[in-house]
Every structure is written in C-alpha cells, then in structure tokens.
C-alpha cells in the first residue's frame, strides 16, 4: 500500500462545476499538507499550503484536511478549461523534510 | 533568473554512460530537493540538502545515483553507468527553509537512455 492514493482520473466536468479532488494517506504523523498544480510538460506549481487540519481557502479554492480520516481535499468552484490540468497532493511529517506526493489526478474542464 | 533553473533540458545518453544534471536553485534557498518523475505518476522523492549537507538521501535507487551540493547553492545529480530503467524527468526543487511548504520546482531534466 502506498503511503499516499489518489485516483488518476481523468476527471471531466463542465465549465463552471464545483471540481472536489482527494487524497488518502496511511502515516498518522503527516502534519504538513500541500496541492500542486501541473500543467502538461511544466514543473509542478504550488496551490495551497495547510499545516495540520482544517480548511484554507484562496480565491476559487478551497482545501481540507481530515486528519482523523486520513483524507485531504482540494475544491474548486466555477471551474474553468484554464483549470484543465494534473493536480497533486504532498504531504510531510515534521523533521523529515521528504514530501511524499499522490499519483496526481487529471482534470478536464469542458468549455 | 527567478526561478529554479535545470540543465539540460533533454539529455540522450547510451546504456553505461555516466550523466550529470544540474539544479540552480532560487536565490536565498536553503533547501534543495530532487525528485523523480515518470510519465503519469508524481514526483518521487530523491534526495534533500540543507545548504551544502546532504541530510537524507534515502529515495537514491542505488549507489550509481550521487548528489552534490558543495558551496550550498547549485547542485549536481550524478547516474553513473546508466541504465534504461533510469529514464525519467528529473525535477529539482527549492525552498527558502525546509519544511515550510514552498517547494518551487524547475522545468526538469528529461533523460533517455538508449
């Protein structure tokens, strides 16, 4: 079992459609909680940075974590085809410095 | 420039060669990450510095794969005698200090070995 899932999708929705993304992790001690944006043949870039549990939210994002459930989310509302991309989630236990990330999940938002 | 800076961008290599990847890293970052990367998976983790130390390398695949990063700021990935399996995106990354979240990542290094 990997330390991290995350569905592959793809995920297609329509424009302007509330995307919800997840992740499921099994180390209890992840405390540090991130979700990457990559467009196809770019580097990952940061969306949203969370440090324990809770809910942060940024502009047309949102994102969750639970961790009595060991599950993370990232929602986006009025999705658009820009948002048409891989979305991965990282996570870190204090000290470690290595950030486990899922397999990512591919959105396609239809215009 | 402003961001992570990585070369080559492409490298093709023949089976047994040695190769050399480098990582500039952003200005002021501490901390410097490599990833690996294979087509539809995400990154997998390397090896991480803490200026010049390297304090983990436990995601190395085996003793052909070696990184440096001797004056704290540029870092060298060395694959020795490379082998088909090591073809992948190789994905440097940096952060004003360790563990506070901002991984910034480069373009990578895409690497094809014949």
């Known amino acids: 079992q990997k330390e991290v899932e995350q569905d592959p999708g793809p995920l297609s929705v329509p424009e302007g459609a509330i995307v919800s993304l997840n992740c499921t992790y099994s180390n209890s001690a992840f405390q540090y909680f991130m979700w990457y944006r990559q467009y196809s043949r770019k580097g990952p870039e940061l969306l949203m940075y969370?440090?324990?549990?809770g809910n942060k939210e940024d502009g047309r994002f949102t994102a969750q974590v639970d961790k009595s459930s060991k599950y993370i989310s990232l929602f986006i509302r009025d999705s658009q085809p820009s948002d048409s991309a891989t979305y991965l989630c990282a996570m870190s236990a204090p000290g470690t410095y290595k950030y486990i990330f899922g397999t990512g999940t591919r959105l396609k938002v239809l215009a | 420039g402003a961001g992570v800076s990585q070369s080559p961008r492409y490298k093709v290599t023949k089976r047994g060669q040695d190769v050399a990847l480098r990582c500039d890293p952003i200005s002021g970052h501490v901390s410097l990450y490599w990833y690996r990367q294979a087509l539809g998976q995400g990154p997998e983790f390397l090896t991480y510095?803490?200026?010049?130390?390297?304090?983990?390398k436990s995601g190395l695949p085996n003793d052909r794969f070696s990184a440096e990063r001797p004056e704290g700021s540029i870092s060298t990935l060395t694959i020795q005698r490379t082998e088909q399996r090591d073809s992948a995106m190789y994905r440097c990354?940096?952060?004003?200090?360790?563990?506070?979240?901002?991984?910034?990542f480069g373009e990578g290094s895409r690497l094809t070995v014949l």
């Open positions: 990354a940096s952060s004003v200090q360790g563990q506070t979240g901002e991984l910034f």
């Open positions: 969370t440090y324990s549990s």
């Open positions: 510095f803490n200026y010049e130390a390297q304090q983990d």
